[in-house]
């Protein structure tokens, strides 16, 4: 149940079984072709990664066969036991995937001692969505508000939904929240004053006040990217004790005043007349 690939530090990676776990080192142990084992302790300081073995059952075949139904125009990555079903382009995916083998290590390391006779129920299906939008009207059909909640897993379907906030799209959103109508407004100031002898006094001043915001955009850009993965990191937790069979999730329902309220946003989202 234990078996992983161990990639570590001065070591070639090791197909093997995971024995023991202390602080300072792990134990394993290798099945040799010809019958009997080797035993082995590796300092977890050296420990780079587990890459767990993908799983192959009728519930994950079920469970894919859904997702390319529901999602027949996005991408698929394997990672292990991980499969990322997503719209984004693929250098914010190798964060997703660096931040999923980081998470899976530290959290199998951790509670080895609960999971060392378990294994997972299925496949780890992660679903991110590169569309703000799209998110929050598929989150609805959950009963999930997503303009609130920007991730969460959903037990029954054995699913992980999160919206892309390392995305293409949400960058051109914050860029045109802090920066585009200031931007706007330098052109229109710059254009009236063309010419006139304040002209390079204001259009320098204006330089520095749009610098201060091009900062901030930098900034908040930073610390949503974070959140992110924070969230990211969170939600595969809950998956991760889910699959092991450690934790039963009740997925939260909304108030008929929430459903109305979600009922308000949807038409707006809708509709092309603010």
């Known amino acids: 149940l234990n078996y992983a690939i161990v990639q570590s530090t001065g070591h070639p990676d090791l197909d093997a079984a995971i024995?023991?776990?202390?602080?300072?080192?792990?134990?394993?142990?290798?099945?040799?072709?010809?019958?009997?084992?080797?035993?082995?302790?590796?300092?977890?300081?050296?420990?780079?990664?587990?890459?767990?073995?993908?799983?192959?059952?009728?519930?994950?075949?079920?469970?894919?066969?859904?997702?390319?139904?529901?999602?027949?125009?996005?991408?698929?990555?394997?990672?292990?036991?991980?499969?990322?079903?997503?719209?984004?382009?693929?250098?914010?995916?190798?964060?997703?995937?660096?931040?999923?083998?980081?998470?899976?290590?530290?959290?199998?390391?951790?509670?080895?001692?609960?999971?060392?006779?378990?294994?997972?129920?299925?496949?780890?299906?992660?679903?991110?969505?590169?569309n703000w939008d799209s998110y929050i009207e598929y989150a609805a059909t959950d009963g999930i508000p997503g303009w609130i909640a920007v991730g969460y897993f959903h037990p029954e379907e054995q699913v992980l939904y999160c919206f892309n906030m390392l995305g293409e799209r949400f960058s051109d959103f914050l860029y045109e929240v802090f920066l585009g109508q200031l931007r706007e407004a330098r052109d229109r100031v710059e254009s009236q004053l063309k010419g006139s002898q304040v002209a390079l006094s204001v259009e320098g001043q204006l330089s520095e006040f749009l610098q201060k915001f091009e900062?901030?955009?930098?900034?908040?850009?930073?610390?949503?990217?974070?959140?992110?993965?924070?969230?990211?990191?969170?939600?595969?937790?809950?998956?991760m004790f889910h699959n092991w069979q450690l934790q039963g999730i009740q997925l939260s329902q909304m108030s008929p005043q929430s459903?109305?309220?979600?009922?308000?946003?949807?038409?707006?989202?809708?509709?092309?007349d603010l």
């Open 19 to 130: 024995t023991h776990v202390t602080p300072e080192h792990l134990s394993l142990t290798q099945t040799l072709e010809g019958g009997g084992q080797v035993e082995q302790s590796i300092a977890r300081a050296q420990i780079e990664q587990l890459m767990f073995k993908p799983i192959r059952n009728e519930r994950s075949t079920q469970i894919e066969e859904n997702l390319k139904a529901v999602f027949p125009n996005m991408h698929w990555y394997e990672e292990g036991l991980f499969t990322i079903v997503t719209d984004s382009i693929p250098p914010t995916v190798k964060e997703y995937r660096r931040t999923i083998r980081e998470l899976s290590t530290d959290w199998y390391l951790t509670f080895q001692p609960l999971v060392r006779t378990r294994g997972p129920m299925v496949q780890q299906y992660l679903v991110i969505f590169e």
């Open 215 to 239: 900062t901030a955009h930098s900034m908040v850009r930073q610390l949503y990217g974070q959140l992110g993965m924070s969230i990211l990191r969170h939600e595969l937790t809950h998956a």
């Open 259 to 272: 459903q109305a309220e979600l009922q308000q946003k949807r038409d707006y989202l809708a509709s092309g």
